[in-house]
Every structure is written in C-alpha cells, then in structure tokens.
C-alpha cells in the first residue's frame, strides 16, 4: 500500500509540474527515476539535465569575452574541419593533410576514434577515424600524436577549463592557479578553457590561420561576417579564427539523445533495461554525484586509478611528452599532490561512438569501465589511496545493475545525428577531416 501511495503522489506531482518538465507516467519505472532525478537534482528535476537546442544561444553557457552568433558559428565549423588549416608542418609533405577534426570528428562522438590522436604525419581513416596510423616513413620527432586520449569536444560548453588536466582557461576553475600558468600565457587573457584551448592549440597542432589562409583559400567573406566590428588590419587573425571555433564547439551538444527526449516527455525513448540503467545510474550507482547537469560532467578532477599510455607497450610516446606530467593529470599542472591522478569528469555522452575510455584509453567497452569502479581495483599502483575517488569501489552494484547501466549509457546517451554538425564541404575544396593520399581514399575523395 505504501508503494502505491509514493506513486500516486509522484503522479499527482509530475501532473501539477510546468509543460517543460511533464513527462508521461507509463509505467512504475518512470516514476521511479523521476524520483531519482528530483533527489540527484536537490528538486530541481528533470529540467536541471536537460541540454539547450543548439541554436538557442541565450542559453548555452559561453565565455562573456566571446559571445555566440551565427556568423562564429558558421565560420568556426569551417575552420575546425578546414584541412587548409594544416599550414606550418614539421614536414613540407604533410602541408594541408590535417585538421582540428583530424582529433575531433564526429563520426567518432568528436573525439579520435582512435587510442592517441594523430595531427600530422597520421595516414588513413576508416570509417570513424579507427584506421588512422602514423607514417611509418617520416622521423618520430615529426608526428603530432597526443600523450593522452583526445578529449571529446561534445558538450564542452559545460565546461570552464579544457584537456584532462584543466590546464587551458583564465577563469572560474583556474582561479588561483596563475602561477601554473608559465608556459600558457593565452590563460592571461581572461578568456574561459575552449577559447584558449582553440587559441592554443593551432600553435601546438602547427595551424596557420593568417591573412595568407584567408586570402589564399577563400575565407575573407566568413570572417567579414562574424567579426564585423573588428578593424580589418587586426581581423584575419589566429585569436579570432579561435573564438569563432570556440562559438562552433560550444553549440555541438547531444541533445538528439533518447535521454534527452526521455526528459522533453517521450517516455517511450527508453527501454525498461535503459530506464532501469538510470535509476541505478542516478541512485545506488552515485554516477550522477559527478556526471551531473545538462553534459553529464561536473567541473572537478577525479582519481579512479586508470593506467595511461606511459605503462603500455602499444602506445607511441615522444621525446618530449613529458609522461611524468602528463600521468599525474591535475597534480601534473598545479604541482599540488592532493590533485596528483586526478583527471576531468568528461561528459557521457556518445562514448560508444569512440571506442576508448578512460584517459589513458586502457578499456575498450562501456561495461569494463563500470566494473571496474564496482571492483575498486586501480591499474595504477602508485596511486595514493587517499587521492582516490570515494565512489570507487564502494557502489556494490549487481551483475543485473551493471548491465543496465551499461544500456544506458552505451544506448540512452548516443545522439545518432551529430552529422548535422558536419560541413557539407570545406571552403578550400580539399578533403576533410584529413587529406593524404589514403584518407581521401577511405573517405571518397578522389
């Protein structure tokens, strides 16, 4: 009797709610999780998870510095999958072969599809990025592989500071932390992390974005458009090729997901394994006490023990990789030792879609990495235990949960449509994500 009563009371208050957070009770598992979501939102409910359209400007976080508009967004998407851009190579060969998305494409849910990302010097794509290879040929100190997994950039407008270790962004996150900021000096521009990052990282991936890029490859007329107000002499530049990016990446958000339309009221876009999967997920799992708001993600660094690349004999380090840095995640960027191994909560979004997870890519499926937490048993020895999460090892979760949640997440969190972010063509004319000779290839361009 007791039972039926709770539901009858959650009937009665989804009924009472606002259209925007009405969602159909059909069966006892929705009511379940809409409980669940009430208690993992402190009452805010379903509208505290739900993602903006991607147009919907006014309500997509973004940096007050560089304020969203379409012209951003329509030169950022260019700019990102422009393989143009690919302008300063170490080798003269690899000039124009690579991109942004090279890293970050959507077939692979925006992040590599791949174990390490690969710039230039990588060959191939496949059909999601999962056969791109280095160029065996070309000097090691030439290839441009990361020492970590590349993040996604899906849903990256709810963070402030970007890459695992936080390090990209003058603000919020990063405050205090001015004196890590030595060799990003782009962080004392006040800008948020996706600005910097995009700032930064034509630099670091070896992008040309001048007045030569503009007026060699047609891109004069998108960056009239979107920086209007900017003189002409100070507008064909790499800071502003960035905030236009930044604009681009802020509005890629997963909100096509049966979640998403599980949450707008379609109480049919779960199955009852997937509705189960959230209750845990949102419940005994405690997933939801980091994987929380519209992305899924908080803005804090966790330690779970996950190997990384500098353990493995698969993976490819450079000389200057700087592994020791890398591998202490957080720690490795403040020099604090209470953040050693402590890495960014990354959104869940689409995960699948990439094949590799954990910072280091050490799993290759959903289920291992939820095991893995339940078990408490960390890859990495020389992790201190008191860094470790508290969620780690203490969930106790069933065969049956862990199945569940592994429907959901693998399921539930997919957005089957991020194409409709994809350029139909680059201004240039030439390839994308990639342009050698096998990527166009693999992707049909010759």
């Not at 800008?191 to 930064?200: F, P, S, T």
């Not at 390839?431 to 049909?444: A, K, Y």
């Amino acid at each position: 009797m007791k039972k039926l009563t709770f539901f009858s009371a959650i009937i009665l208050l989804i009924s009472s709610c606002t259209k925007d957070d009405y969602i159909p009770i059909t069966s006892n598992l929705d009511a379940e999780l809409l409980n669940a979501l009430d208690n993992a939102s402190d009452g805010e409910g379903v509208s505290f998870f739900i993602l903006p359209e991607s147009d919907d400007y006014a309500n997509i976080p973004q940096d007050p510095l560089n304020p969203i508009t379409s012209e951003k967004v329509a030169l950022g998407k260019q700019l990102l999958h422009e393989t143009a851009t690919g302008g300063v190579p170490k080798m003269d060969a690899m000039k124009g072969t690579y991109s942004c998305a090279s890293c970050h494409q959507a077939a692979a849910g925006f992040g590599a599809g791949i174990r390490q990302g690969i710039g230039e010097c990588g060959i191939g794509f496949g059909i999601r990025g999962e056969e791109r290879i280095v160029n065996t040929s070309v000097p090691v100190d030439s290839i441009d592989v990361q020492p970590i997994k590349s993040p996604t950039i899906l849903n990256v407008a709810y963070q402030d500071v970007m890459l695992w270790n936080g390090q990209f962004g003058g603000t919020g996150t990063n405050a205090g932390t001015e004196a890590s900021w030595t060799e990003i000096e782009e962080n004392f521009l006040g800008l948020q992390g996706i600005e910097v990052q995009a700032i930064k990282g034509q630099k670091v991936h070896r992008l040309q974005i001048d007045d030569d890029f503009v007026n060699t490859f047609g891109y004069k007329e998108l960056f009239d458009a979107a920086f209007p107000d900017v003189a002409e002499n100070e507008r064909y530049t790499k800071h502003n090729g960035a905030l236009a990016m930044a604009a681009y990446e802020r509005t890629l958000l997963a909100n096509r997901s049966p979640w998403q339309d599980w949450l707008k009221g379609n109480s049919n876009a779960l199955d009852e394994t997937e509705k189960k999967g959230a209750i845990v997920f949102f419940g005994k799992g405690k997933c939801y006490e980091c994987h929380t708001g519209p992305a899924l993600n908080d803005k804090g660094f966790h330690a779970y023990g996950m190997d990384d690349f500098a353990n493995t004999s698969d993976a490819l380090l450079l000389f200057n990789a700087n592994m020791d840095k890398v591998k202490k995640g957080r720690g490795g960027f403040t020099n604090n030792p209470d953040d050693y191994y402590k890495f960014k909560t990354p959104t869940l979004y689409n995960l699948v879609d990439n094949g590799f997870y954990g910072h280091g890519g050490t799993f290759t499926s959903v289920k291992e990495v939820i095991e893995y937490k339940n078990n408490g048993v960390p890859q990495k020895a020389e992790v201190p235990l008191e860094n470790l999460a508290s969620q780690f090892g203490t969930i106790n979760l069933t065969e049956e949960e862990i199945n569940d949640m592994t429907a959901f997440i693998t399921n539930s969190l997919r957005d089957p449509e991020l194409n409709r972010y994809v350029p139909d063509a680059i201004i240039s004319g030439s390839c994308f994500p990639n342009n050698d000779d096998t990527s166009r290839e693999d992707l049909g361009c010759d």
